[in-house]
């Protein structure tokens, strides 16, 4: 069965950074679109980063363009997420998440792997929390 398990969480000051790991395993890692989420207790799940699966495209949450960088290493089957510049907005419980299938014809990548309805598989979530 496919496992996914974050690393790389923790606290760090404003205008710090952090780089995410998420491991997976079980799968043709190679074969799933992977992406980023975010959750703060009582709000929605809410999207960050998304990669192809041959990484070819990525695509960012607007509050996250210019600062998080998404990145995969198929041969190690994992995917990174470095954020600059933290915020205390920041602060949430981060999630990776693997889709697997292809695009319909006229489909759009990004609203693919901006929706958290479409990945069948999710890691377990790391604490970041930035302080001011």
């Known amino acids: 069965q496919v496992q996914l398990v974050e690393s790389g969480g923790g606290l760090v000051q404003a205008g710090g950074s952090l780089r995410l790991s998420c491991a997976v395993s079980?799968?043709?890692?190679?074969?799933?679109?992977m992406g980023w989420f975010r959750q703060v207790p009582g709000k929605d799940r809410e999207f960050v980063a998304g990669?192809?699966?041959?990484?070819?495209?990525?695509y960012y949450a607007d509050e996250a363009k210019g600062r998080f960088t998404i990145s995969r290493d198929n041969a190690k089957n994992t995917v990174q997420l470095r954020m600059n510049s933290l915020k205390p907005e920041d602060t949430a419980v981060y999630y990776c998440a693997a889709r697997e299938g292809s695009i319909r014809y006229g489909g759009s990548w990004y609203r693919a792997l901006s929706n958290e309805r479409e990945y069948n598989a999710w890691g377990q979530g790391t604490q970041i929390t930035v302080s001011s």
């Open positions: 990669i192809t699966w041959n990484g070819d495209s990525t």
């Open positions: 079980g799968v043709a890692f190679s074969s799933y679109a």
